[in-house]
Structure formats: C-alpha cells, structure tokens
C-alpha cells in the first residue's frame, strides 16, 4: 500500500510506483551531487536506477495476496530504505570523509560487487516467482521456493541488496556511505524477523526444517 497526497496504490502499482519514486530519489541526489557526475558513483547510481526500473516491471506478476503487513510497518521499511539511499550518495557534513584509499582497483572490485549482486538478485526473482512481494504477505496457493540461490539461502534477494549497498559504499569510499550499509543491514534484520515469522505462520514445520539447513543471508556463515 503507497499513499500519495489522495491518491492510494495498493499490490503491484504500489510497488512499481515506490520502486519509481526510489529512481527519482537517487536521480535528484545525482543533480544534487554535481560532482558525483564526473565521479565513479555515478556509475553505482546508473546501476541501481537501472535494476530499481527491471525490478519494477518484474513486480506486475505476482500471485493474489491473502493479507499483508501493516501500512505502517512497511512505512518503516521504506523509511529505513530511502535514509540508507541518502547517505550513501549524500557528503553528509562531519562524514564526507575518506576511508578506502582512492584508485581503479577499489572502484573496480565495489562495481563489481554491485553487479554480481544484481545478477543475484535477478536470479532470486526469477526462482521466487508469482511468490515475491516487496511487502511481507501471505500469498494465494503460497509455495515454499527451494530452488537456485534459495537451495542455499532463505533471503537471496536481501542479500543482494545488502551486496549492492556494500559495492556503492566501496565506490564512494567515504564514511557517510559506509554508515549506509549499517543502516539497511537494520533495516533486513528487522524485516528477516518479520518475514520468517509470518512463513512459519504458513508452512509451520516445513519451514522449520528448511530453516535447519539453510543459511538467513551467506551460506554456511549467517
């Protein structure tokens, strides 16, 4: 559910209309951040417009929800979403300070992590299916995806989003962009909790077994 001004989306239109308004964010920081376009980071900010753009066009099939968080914890979500997004591309004063050393390689090895997340995360998407939601849903005939990346990890496409945040991080460099990654990192731990909740909810000890030989977000670590 999205609410602008009178306007109410619910189900897939909300998500592609949220997923538009992150793009438009991003893109106003770019303006904002005039140096950031003779910088590498905007080559991260192109490439996560880019996969915010296919992500909201794979959002328009998905199966009938039968309930849904609330409007309000989703609220936090995005909020928590939308302030990683800021400072990652914004100097914030006091933050706006290096702490990776400068050069090609660094910027080399954080769009590389940015892209193989992205690659991840279109996989996950594909293997979830009419599954996905970008809320925390009970589906219509909801199936339990153990398939791909999920035969190894509960929330692939979480872990790609981290992954992403990480790779932007590592091209800025800067301290502003790395307290960023922290706060996203909150925000999927908050959400993970959630979500397993209401899976268990669903598929009650089939869940639990799979949860016993899987990993939440790395393989064989976390």
């Known amino acids: 559910m999205l609410r602008i001004g009178p306007l109410l989306l619910t189900g897939a239109s909300a998500t592609a209309a949220t997923f538009v308004l992150a793009a438009a964010l991003v893109g106003a920081l770019v303006h904002y951040r005039?140096?950031?376009?003779?910088?590498?980071?905007?080559?991260?900010?192109?490439?996560?417009?880019?996969f915010m753009i296919y992500w909201s066009v794979a959002a328009r099939n998905v199966a009938p929800t039968r309930s849904?968080?609330?409007?309000?914890?989703r609220r936090v979500h995005e909020m928590l979403l939308y302030g990683a997004l800021l400072l990652v591309f914004v100097p914030v004063p006091g933050l706006d300070r290096r702490i990776l050393p400068s050069g090609t390689l660094v910027v080399a090895i954080?769009?590389?992590?940015?892209?193989?997340?992205?690659?991840?995360?279109?996989?996950?998407?594909?293997?979830?299916?009419?599954?996905?939601?970008?809320?925390i849903t009970k589906k219509a005939d909801h199936q339990l995806v153990r398939s791909g990346p999920y035969a190894v990890v509960r929330h692939p496409i979480y872990t790609a989003i981290l992954g992403m945040f990480v790779g932007m991080a590592v091209v800025s460099g800067d301290l502003h962009a790395f307290l960023g990654v922290v706060l996203i990192a909150i925000a999927y731990y908050r959400k993970i909790r959630l979500e397993e909740n209401n899976?268990?909810?669903?598929?009650?000890?089939?869940?639990?077994?799979?949860t016993r030989t899987t990993r939440a977000l790395i393989p064989w670590i976390l």
């Open 34 to 50: 005039a140096r950031l376009l003779a910088s590498p980071l905007s080559i991260s900010a192109a490439l996560w417009i880019g």
């Open 68 to 73: 849904r968080e609330s409007a309000q914890s």
């Open 110 to 135: 954080g769009i590389a992590v940015q892209i193989a997340s992205m690659l991840l995360a279109r996989s996950a998407r594909q293997h979830l299916g009419r599954n996905w939601s970008a809320e």
């Open 199 to 210: 899976l268990r909810e669903v598929f009650g000890a089939t869940y639990d077994d799979y």
